[in-house]
């Protein structure tokens, strides 16, 4: 077993490494229910708008108001999706690191080949966002969703020209979120595990946890 061939300090400094890595995994849970906490009343705050626009008479400054929420609001669900992704990818590279301290004590034979982590590259794994683990990625394409619902109700009830910029925001804020979900961070994540794969073969089989972490 790799462990054996690991200095008894090492072997300690990476053993307090992996709970800390598990715990910080673990934390991401609680961290994306605090988000929506702040997200959801901003979709509240939309809807809010929306009917006070529609049952009042046509007003100049109530629908500037309305129109000005309706862009803010499709940026702060764009803002949430990436800041989702973005915790996805941490999420990935604390799994990477835990991972390459599982093989060098030689207990990742043990793991599920599912839960061992792996490079990004199908093109059916990036437009899925595959980045972000389950619970995470659910709530990209939730955000992802409150865009186009926002977009469609906004699109039905606003006048031209107004509804032209409406048309072009909303598509443009899910490519962006596309853009960093399925290549941005899938790359930096690829990039990495590249990079540990090329650290173990020039070790010989494996580097040890300190050089990994460094």
């Known amino acids: 077993m790799r462990s054996g061939n690991i ?13 800390l890595f598990v715990q910080s995994m673990d934390t991401h849970y609680s961290e994306i229910l605090k988000f929506l906490a702040i997200l959801i ?3 509240t705050a939309f809807f809010y708008v929306l009917n006070q626009y529609e049952s009042a008479e046509f007003d100049s400054k109530l629908f500037m108001g309305f129109f000005f929420v309706t862009l803010i609001v499709m940026f702060i669900q764009a803002w949430g999706a990436i800041y989702a992704l973005a915790m996805g990818y941490r999420f990935r590279y604390l799994q990477a690191t835990v991972s390459r301290i599982e093989q060098a004590f030689g207990v990742d034979y043990y793991m599920p080949a599912s839960f061992k982590i792996k490079r990004i590259t199908g093109i059916r794994q990036r437009l899925l966002l595959s980045i972000a683990p389950a619970i995470l990625q659910v709530h990209v ?9 926002i977009g469609v109700a906004s699109f039905m009830v606003i006048p031209y020209p107004y509804k032209a910029v409406v048309a072009v925001v909303g ?35 494996e580097a040890s946890p300190t050089q990994k972490s460094g």
């Not at 200095?7 to 709970?19: D, G, M, Q, V």
């Not at 394409?141 to 619902?149: D, E, Q, R, W």
């Not at 990495?192 to 089989?205: A, K």
């Open 7 to 19: 200095p008894e300090r090492e072997s300690e400094l990476a053993k307090i490494t992996y709970t």
């Open 41 to 43: 009343p901003s979709l």
């Open 141 to 149: 394409f939730f955000f992802i969703l409150s865009i186009v619902v």
């Open 171 to 205: 598509p443009v804020a899910i490519l962006f979120v596309f853009l960093m979900g399925a290549f941005y961070y899938p790359n930096k994540l690829n990039f990495i595990l590249i990079d540990s794969d090329q650290t173990r073969n020039e070790d010989g089989s």
